[in-house]
């Protein structure tokens, strides 16, 4: 009896915590920080703990991750007596955000949850768009402490900063009018999609998601896509996929403004493989080139190298594996046993081969990348246009006399895209990767080019004395490819029509 | 055994191009039943008679009604959907639908009047044939191919074996073709790359002409498809060495990495996604499926470099290149190809694993009170294996030519790391035969692994057996 009793308390106790989902993301918080700051301890402990950046920073987010670990403690607390969080402990989720100052994007997401009980999807693609903003302001900032900065720096960061003061103004009118004037946050809606030049993903989908609900306001519909926005904001690990992909994709456009080109192509004989500093974060390559610069830019190439050489495949392979799957017997049988010819041969194998025929470039690198996904895209293609030709409504409209192509290409192909778009994500992740490895064997891009590969491959010469050299642009690539994994996986889940 | 073959060939004789591939086979044997054929229908008591049906049929104006009563209905359906009338298509369907009732009508008419009558075709004078043994004799005589391909196609794992190895055969030509292509239109020249750029024009033609490449690009592709029949896959363009001996001195090293790694990667990644599939969501989970999907991140060749870094240079525990006979200094090529397979081995395990838990059969099993252990390991890992064998199957493709790199980092004399070398001359006899070797095994594997199915899979070996 009393076993049972314990067992109910336990579950009840467990129901409770769960129905917080601030107190997930603040225990991720200080988890995380407490990770990074161990790490960083670790790296520390391998230079005899000299006070430099390293140690720095590792104390900076040892005592982030207690600070948040008590501030999770209080809320456990208030939980469990009340059942609800008083306006002091939701306070406490103001400090979480300035720990974004340290670059703590775990402590920031968990306190911009924390400070507020209600939290649209407006007020999320806010604050990501606030977070993604100041890690651009923050990765910036490094710059000021070489010789010179780019001509645009200071219009770059001024807009930056303004850019950030409206996402947090955003916040506040979200806040104020989500739920009783929505049609008053229009204005609001138009300067975020202008805030959106910046690369600022989330401010895009913000703006649109608020117009597109003043439109459709009355009609209370859900819209099918900001139900899927939000069903993979729901998700952490998807969230912080698209929040490193963001960051990428707006370092690649804001790099125009506030990194200067010449730090990561201009050789600079008098600075040659140095140790990482403040002017260097990264140390220099062989060539006295700023790697930190250099993995910059680096974002550059990579993204659009996996994102041209996923779309030009989709539409290849997608079109031809939806005609195998829904035409007859014998087209199916031809295309099919075709596109085995290039399912046969390995896709690293093949991208070398043509790549090595046609000699190195971003040109051939991406046609050779295409070619080599084409089969893959067209089975999956043809699998579903399968399982979709089968299906009622196809029938419906077969009865109604529309023609092959039309059904085809109106009906069951828009009905088929669910797995393809899971799969492209994952695959840009795929691309980098192999554009990494062929550059590894120098069949890359332009050896002048910032690429992540070829950065690796010239810092990997000196793995003996400065290691530095090949590990950070590493890091950059498994994390790029990390969060494209977590995005394809948070898309699996948001798109799949059982779990709607 | 005579009997298997007639049923097979009735079997064939439905299938549309194993038939033709038959008859053309067994020509000596058909032709004359052709002539048999057509001696008999001459004289035919229901081709008469159903002629004579048809004639009557014109005669008192019942086609002609007929006709008139489709024209109508057609109209109906052109007015109906707005199509345009009086068109050729509207008269093309008109006439197909008539003929396709005047038989039926003929038939029906037919079996009511004289149904005693069957209708002679080819295939039935050819089974009346095989059904005596002298037709039969002569059928292993005259048609000896078309017999043996019978015989092969009448066991249905026989037979879908025989069309995959035939549809391998298709795609080692078509990747032949493929990579002979590419290297063709290549602006690469593989005669100044192998003389130097010092090298007159006189030398450089003679090349061409030593090695076949003045030729036009047909002749030199039958070449290359006669060496791949008679397997002499040439010399390589650099030192003369014969390229099947080089091919095969590799292929053991490249075969026991990836044996290796395969052993490695599985006996990690299968334990570990059960456990992970049992204890769904806990912490345990977490960590193994963000290990996994680390895993799937990583660039093979910045795992090897960091592998080497701190095991070989700081530690000094494993060799950092590859030697020829130490199994220590295989431990980290495997590790780094099989991090990929293991990882993607692990997630799924745990989806298929956690899939089949929850059905019914498995919930049944536990609440009759079998222990966890025994309805884990007995009844849901077999089924649950189905997924993870595909898995299996499509890596190891991935994992020869991704070999490639992991290779070069290691600096084993593997095949992958032959092909990157050679491929930068271009040295076209060695890519292509690398390549093509790298295909077929790759085939072989899709092909075990589908046959490995047949037995794993009582839904699929249900299907063969009607295939």
């Not at chain 1, 990501?128 to 000021?144: K, P, Q, Y």
């Not at chain 1, 990482?276 to 250099?294: I, K, L, N, Q, W």
Request: proline share 3%; aromatic share 12%; glycine share 8%.
């Amino acid at each position: 009896m009393n076993q049972n009793q314990q067992l109910y308390e336990k579950k009840t106790k467990k129901r409770k915590l769960a129905a917080f989902s601030e107190l997930i993301s603040i225990n991720l918080g200080w988890g995380a920080s407490l990770a990074i700051g161990l790490i960083l301890l670790l790296s520390a402990a391998g230079n005899g703990f000299a006070m430099n950046g390293t140690l720095l920073f590792a104390l900076i987010y040892l005592v982030s991750a207690a600070i948040i670990f008590a501030v999770a403690a209080m809320m456990k607390k208030e939980i469990l007596s009340e059942n609800q969080l008083s306006k002091r402990v939701r306070s406490l989720g103001y400090i979480c955000i300035l720990m974004l100052a340290t670059g703590n994007i775990f402590a920031a997401i968990g306190g911009f949850q924390l400070i507020r009980k209600y939290r649209p999807i407006e007020y999320t693609m806010a604050y990501f768009a606030f977070i993604a903003n100041a890690v651009i302001i923050l990765l910036s900032t490094i710059n000021m402490f070489k010789q010179y900065v780019a001509n645009l720096f200071s219009v770059g960061m001024i807009l930056l900063f303004v850019f950030l003061v409206f996402y947090a103004f955003a916040m506040v009118m979200i806040q104020k009018h989500g739920e009783t004037s929505y049609r008053r946050l229009k204005l609001t809606a138009v300067i975020s999609l202008v805030c959106a030049a910046s690369g600022n993903i989330f401010a895009l989908l913000l703006g649109l998601i608020i117009l597109t609900k003043i439109r459709n306001e009355g009609s209370h519909k859900t819209v099918g896509w900001i139900d899927v926005v939000s069903r993979m904001f729901r998700n952490y690990m998807a969230a912080m996929g698209v929040l490193i992909v963001g960051v990428l994709l707006m370092l690649a456009l804001c790099s125009y403004f506030t990194f200067d080109y010449a730090y990561a192509i201009d050789n600079d004989y008098s600075a040659i493989v140095l140790q990482p500093s403040m002017e260097y974060p990264f140390g220099t390559d062989a060539y006295g080139r700023c790697v930190y610069t250099r993995i910059a830019f680096g974002s550059r190439i990579s993204l659009i190298i996996g994102m041209i050489s996923t779309a030009i495949p989709i539409v290849i392979g997608g079109v031809l594996g939806a005609v195998a799957g829904y035409y007859s017997e014998r087209t199916d049988n031809v295309v099919m046993r075709a596109l085995d010819v290039l399912y046969a041969v390995p896709s690293t194998l093949l991208t070398i081969a043509i790549v090595a025929a046609f000699g190195a470039s971003t040109m051939n690198l991406i046609i050779a990348l295409s070619i080599s996904n084409i089969p893959v895209y067209a089975r999956t293609m043809r699998a579903q246009v399968m399982v979709v030709g089968n299906s009622e409504f196809v029938e419906a409209a077969r009865a109604c006399g529309r023609r092959k192509h039309e059904i085809l290409f109106q009906h069951i192909i828009p009905n088929s895209l669910a797995p393809m778009i899971v799969r492209a994500s994952l695959s840009i992740g795929v691309a980098v990767l192999s554009t990494s490895s062929l550059s590894y064997l120098g069949l890359g891009v332009e050896p002048h080019i910032p690429e992540w590969g070829s950065i690796l491959k010239g810092g990997s010469q000196y793995l003996e004395t400065n290691p530095y050299l090949a590990i950070f642009p590493g890091l950059a690539i498994i994390l790029v490819v990390l969060a494209f994994n977590f995005i394809g996986d948070g898309l699996r889940d948001a798109l799949d029509p059982k779990l709607k | 055994m005579l009997n298997i073959v007639r049923k097979s060939f009735q079997k064939i004789y439905g299938h549309p191009v194993n038939r033709y591939l038959v008859l053309l086979l067994g020509c000596l044997f058909f032709l004359p039943a052709l002539a048999i054929y057509f001696s008999r229908r001459k004289n035919d008591g229901y081709h008469l008679q159903a002629d004579a049906i048809r004639q009557s049929l014109t005669a008192d104006g019942t086609a002609k009604r007929l006709q008139e009563e489709i024209r109508q209905q057609v109209e109906k359906k052109y007015t109906f959907f707005n199509k345009n009338k009086n068109s050729a298509e509207m008269k093309k369907e008109e006439d197909r639908i008539f003929t396709v009732r005047m038989k039926e009508m003929v038939e029906y008419r037919m079996r009511r009047e004289h149904p005693q009558l069957r209708e002679l075709s080819f295939y039935s004078v050819v089974d009346e044939l095989l059904s005596t043994n002298g037709g039969m004799g002569a059928f292993i005589v005259l048609g000896f191919p078309a017999f043996l391909l019978l015989l092969i196609l009448s066991n249905s794992y026989i037979k879908y074996i025989f069309d995959r190895v035939l549809m391998m055969l298709f795609v080692v030509f078509g990747v032949t073709f493929l990579v002979f292509t590419i290297l063709y239109i290549s602006p690469m020249d593989a005669a100044v790359n192998v003389l130097g750029d010092m090298a007159t024009p006189d030398q450089v033609e003679q090349f061409r002409v030593a090695y076949g490449l003045d030729q036009p690009y047909f002749v030199q592709l039958l070449e290359e498809f006669k060496g791949l029949i008679t397997f002499d896959l040439g010399q390589s363009f650099i030192g003369g060495e014969d390229v099947f001996t080089s091919l095969m001195n590799r292929f053991p090293i490249t075969l026991e990495l990836t044996i290796m790694t395969l052993i490695l990667a599985v006996a990690i990644a299968i334990p570990s996604g059960i456990i992970s599939a049992l204890k769904p969501y806990s912490a345990l989970d977490y960590v193994i499926m963000l290990i996994a999907l680390l895993g799937l991140s990583i660039p093979g060749f910045w795992f090897g470099l960091l592998l080497i870094l701190n095991l070989s240079i700081k530690v000094q525990l494993l060799p950092a290149t590859f030697v020829a006979g130490s199994w220590t200094s295989f431990i980290m090529p495997s590790i780094v190809l099989g991090t990929g397979l293991a990882a993607s081995t692990a997630r799924m395990t745990r989806s298929s694993m956690l899939e089949i838990i929850k059905s019914d059969y498995i919930v049944t099993a536990r609440a009759k009170g079998l222990p966890k252990s025994k309805v884990i390991f007995r009844h849901a890992l077999g089924n649950a294996m189905i997924p993870i064998v595909t898995v299996i199957g499509i890596q190891f493709g991935s994992m020869l030519g991704g070999a490639a790199v992991t290779e070069k980092v290691f600096n084993v004399n593997g095949i992958g790391s032959y092909i990157v070398d050679k491929q930068f001359i271009p040295d076209t006899p060695v890519v292509i035969a690398g390549v093509v070797y790298v295909a077929i095994v790759v085939s072989l594997a899709n092909l075990f692994v589908d046959i490995l199915y047949a037995f794993l899979d009582p839904r699929i070996k249900a299907k063969l057996k009607s295939y």
